[in-house]
C-alpha cells in the first residue's frame, strides 16, 4: 500500500493519497482545490487516480473533487446519507452505512458517523495483503486527535435552527460506535491544531482508537450524554463567515477551477480606476509594511497561515477585488484564496508605488506601546477587545468593551466616535486588521495597542475574568 497525508497549514486540513501499488491505481480522500498536488503525487509514483472519497459536506474549505474528477476521470464516492436536503446535487457514486469500495487490494468499508453534520461517513481502510483486518479510520471531521468535531456550524454559520442539539446527540451515539473498534485502528482526521471546526484538536496528524478512548475528553461521558452535549455545545470559536458560502458550494453544482490563476499586474491608472469604483484592496504586507504606510481604504490582512479565512469573513463572493503582495508570494496567496473559492480577483500590485504613481497618498497607521496605552486608559476612552467571546471572557484589560474583529464591519456603531478609542487583540494580528476595517470607514479617533494582552501579560498587568 502507498500512503501519503498532505495537510494545508493554512486552513488546518488533511487530505489523503492511498494507492495499490501492485495495480498503480489511488484514491484520494478529502482533496483540497488545488489539485496539482494531487497529480504531482501520481506523476512521481506511476499511479492513476481512480477514487474519489469525500466524509462529507465541507464547511470550511472548497473541496476539489470535481476539479479532481475533471481532470483524472476519477469517480467521486459521496455520502449518501443524512437524509432529505443532505444530498449532493451532482453526480457521484453514493455511499451508505456498510458500503464497501473495493481499490485492487486495499477495501474501504463505510461507517456513518452523524454528529459534525447528518450525512458525515468515514473509510475504514483493511489492506488485504498485509492482514484481513482493519488497519486505518478516516474520520473527516468525527474524531480529532484530543478533540470531536462540533455539531454546532450548521446552525451558527449556515443558519440551519435546531440542528445543534440535535448534531450533539447524534454525535453521542457515533462515538459510542467509535469506542468498538479495536484499539490499534490508525485514526487519521480531517483536521488539526488551528481549525474552527473544533475547539482544542491536537497538533499530531494521527492518533489510533486506543489512544482516544484514553485521553480524548469525549470519551469521558460514556454514561452522561447530557454533560456530553453540554459540554460539546460549550465555548466553541465563532464560525468564520465563509462556512456558509462553503456549505452551498460544496454541494451545488458549481464552476470548475482546474488550474491556479496567474494573476494580472495592474499598472497605475487601472489600480485607480478600479479604487475609483468601489473595488476593494487587500493589502498581504506584513502588518509593520503596513503601519508605516498603505493605501487609503485598503484592508490589511497578512499573508500567513491565516490568511485565508479572515479574507473569508470580509471579502464578497460576488465582489472583484485586488491583491496587494509580492510577486514571489502571489501563488501561495491565490492557492489560499482558490480553496475558500474566493476566485474574483481582478489583479496585484506588487508594492504602495503603483498607487503613488498614480498621485495617490499613503497613511501611516497610529500604533502605540504599552506605557502610552496606560496613560490613554487614565482619560475618558474606549477600550475595544477584537478577540472572541471566549478569550475575552478568560481574562480581559478592565473595562473593554468586546466586539470580535470578524462581526466588526456590522459592529461599528458600537465603536465611539467622539472619545478616543485604544484597539488590541492578544498579539497585534487581529488588531491590524481592526484598524484597516475602523479607518476605512471614517473613524479618525483609533490607536492600536499593538503588543496586545501578550505584551499586557509579560508586564504583569491585571486581567478581569
Not at 484481513?132 to 449556515?158: C, H, N, Q, S, Y
Request: aromatic share 10%.
Amino acid at each position: 500500500m502507498f500512503f501519503q497525508h498532505i495537510y494545508d497549514k493554512s486552513l488546518a486540513q488533511s487530505s489523503y493519497f492511498i494507492g495499490c501499488q501492485k495495480a498503480g491505481v489511488a484514491a484520494v480522500i478529502d482533496p483540497k482545490r488545488d489539485v496539482d498536488t494531487y497529480l504531482e503525487i501520481a506523476k512521481v509514483n506511476n499511479m492513476e487516480i481512480t477514487h474519489i472519497f469525500e466524509t462529507h459536506i465541507h464547511a470550511d474549505f472548497l473541496a476539489g473533487s470535481r476539479e479532481l474528477s475533471k481532470l483524472t476521470g476519477a469517480q467521486m464516492y459521496l455520502s449518501d446519507e443524512g437524509g432529505p436536503g443532505w444530498e449532493y446535487e451532482f453526480a457521484h457514486h453514493g455511499l451508505k452505512d456498510g458500503d464497501k469500495i473495493k481499490l485492487a487490494n486495499l477495501v474501504f468499508e463505510v461507517l456513518h458517523t452523524p454528529g459534525h453534520t447528518p450525512e458525515s461517513i468515514s473509510f475504514l481502510l483493511t489492506d488485504i495483503p498485509a492482514s484481513k483486518e482493519a488497519v486505518m479510520l478516516f474520520t473527516g471531521d468525527f474524531v480529532f486527535v484530543g478533540d470531536i468535531g462540533r455539531p454546532d456550524l450548521l446552525e451558527k454559520a449556515a443558519g440551519m435552527v435546531g440542528t445543534m442539539d440535535a448534531g450533539a446527540k447524534q454525535m453521542y451515539k457515533s462515538i459510542q460506535r467509535f469506542s468498538s473498534l479495536p484499539d490499534y485502528i490508525q485514526v487519521w482526521p480531517g483536521h488539526g491544531a488551528g481549525s474552527a471546526c473544533g475547539k482544542s484538536l491536537g497538533s499530531v496528524p494521527s492518533t489510533t482508537v486506543g489512544y482516544e478512548k484514553l485521553r480524548n475528553w469525549a470519551f469521558s461521558y460514556d454514561k452522561d450524554e447530557s454533560g456530553f452535549v453540554q459540554y460539546l455545545l460549550a465555548d466553541q470559536p465563532e464560525p468564520p463567515k465563509y462556512f456558509a458560502m462553503m456549505k452551498k458550494l460544496n454541494k451545488v453544482d458549481r464552476p470548475l477551477l482546474t488550474e491556479v490563476p496567474v494573476l494580472k499586474k495592474l499598472a497605475a491608472s487601472e489600480l485607480k480606476d478600479a479604487m475609483d469604483k468601489g473595488m476593494k484592496v487587500l493589502d498581504a504586507r506584513d502588518k509593520v509594511e503596513f503601519e508605516a504606510g498603505f493605501i487609503p481604504g485598503s484592508l490589511n490582512i497578512q499573508g500567513n497561515n491565516s490568511f485565508a479565512t479572515w479574507a473569508g469573513w470580509f471579502l464578497n463572493y460576488e465582489e472583484k477585488f485586488i491583491i496587494l503582495a509580492d510577486e514571489s508570494k502571489l501563488d501561495d496567496l491565490t492557492r489560499k484564496l482558490m480553496r475558500i473559492g474566493l476566485d474574483n480577483i481582478y489583479g496585484y500590485i506588487p508594492s504602495t508605488t503603483v498607487w503613488t504613481e498614480a498621485g495617490g497618498q499613503l497613511e501611516k497607521a497610529i500604533i502605540i506601546s504599552l506605557e502610552e496605552a496606560k496613560k490613554l486608559m487614565q482619560g475618558d476612552i474606549q477600550i475595544v477587545d477584537l478577540r472572541g467571546l471566549t478569550e475575552f471572557n478568560s481574562g480581559h484589560i478592565g473595562n473593554a468593551d468586546n466586539v470580535f474583529v470578524g462581526t466588526l464591519p456590522q459592529n461599528l456603531d458600537k465603536i465611539s466616535k467622539d472619545k478616543k478609542v485604544v484597539i488590541h487583540c492578544q498579539g497585534g494580528d487581529r488588531a491590524a486588521i481592526g484598524y484597516s476595517i475602523l479607518v476605512k470607514n471614517g473613524f479618525k479617533n483609533i490607536s492600536n495597542f499593538s503588543g496586545g494582552i501578550n505584551d499586557w501579560v509579560n508586564k504583569g498587568e491585571p486581567l478581569v475574568s
